[in-house]
């Protein structure tokens, strides 16, 4: 296969593999988050300490994160159907893509938003605070260098996802990889697929990183200064409510 038959079929696959991606990342931060700060509020000594609550909500997230994709992409294809009306596509991927990384990113949520300074959370509340603005102006501000490089975490895995559902018709370049590389023998096409996640994935890493770094040096835990910022910040909240 000459490079100008690759070429179209590797630029279709990379706008496939990139829309499913992102697609399946705006409904993983859009669930994951919230899921993520209630497994902290929920639990021991939380603002909404409810042990039941966050026991249900924990094992729900650890059964959907143990489920390997492969198997939950069939488990899913009749829910996949009602939604979509095909269970091949990009658009079909989406589903199992994005359900698959909503409990994988509310627990690196869960574990970023653990790590914010508890003094924080106790001074907002001394100053009359109420949940809702402790979570708005202390607990996602302060983490939101380590939500920054959840969300890399999470798109890479899902570029490794989208080319695992590339196997079953989704398209993308793990389909490309399957059928030309492996079904019909095109090595030179199959490694240049693999190249071409390669850098993909280094960009998005190098970005995640370069964005998670400089967030921290202008704010988060970097100093007393943001944090008396943070202060007064939730302190005129407080005022307004």
């Known amino acids: 296969m000459t490079w100008s038959e690759m070429q179209p079929l590797l630029e279709q696959a990379c706008w496939d593999t990139l829309y499913m991606v992102g697609w399946s990342t705006v409904i993983a931060v859009v669930g994951g988050l919230p899921l993520g700060v209630l497994l902290v509020l ?19 997230v650890n059964v959907a994160r143990s489920m390997p994709f492969i198997i939950l992409m069939v488990a899913l294809m009749g829910f996949t159907r009602s939604i979509t009306g095909t269970t091949i596509g990009r658009e079909a991927a989406i589903v199992p893509l ?3 990384a909503i409990p994988f990113f ?6 970023a938003v653990r790590e914010v300074d508890g003094g924080l959370v106790e001074a907002v509340q001394s100053m009359g605070g109420n949940t809702w603005t402790i979570v708005r102006k202390v607990l996602v501000p302060e983490a939101l260098p380590s939500l920054i490089a959840s969300t890399t975490t999470t798109i890479v895995a899902l570029i490794g996802y989208s080319a695992m559902a590339g196997t079953v018709g989704a398209g993308g370049l793990g389909d490309i990889a399957i059928r030309y590389g492996y079904q019909r023998f095109e090595t030179q096409l ?3 697929t693999v190249a071409i996640l390669a850098v993909v ?13 400089s967030l921290h040096r202008r704010g988060g835990r970097s100093g007393p200064a943001p944090k008396l910022r943070l202060l007064k910040a939730a302190t005129a909240d407080t005022k307004t409510v």
């Open 42 to 60: 929920t639990d021991r000594g939380g603002l909404l300490q409810n042990v039941v609550a966050n026991k249900v909500i924990g094992q729900v």
């Open 98 to 100: 994005a359900i698959g």
């Open 106 to 111: 509310a627990r690196l949520v869960e574990t």
């Open 190 to 192: 199959m490694w240049i």
């Open 201 to 213: 994935i280094s960009l998005i890493q190098f970005a995640g990183d370069y964005a998670a770094r």
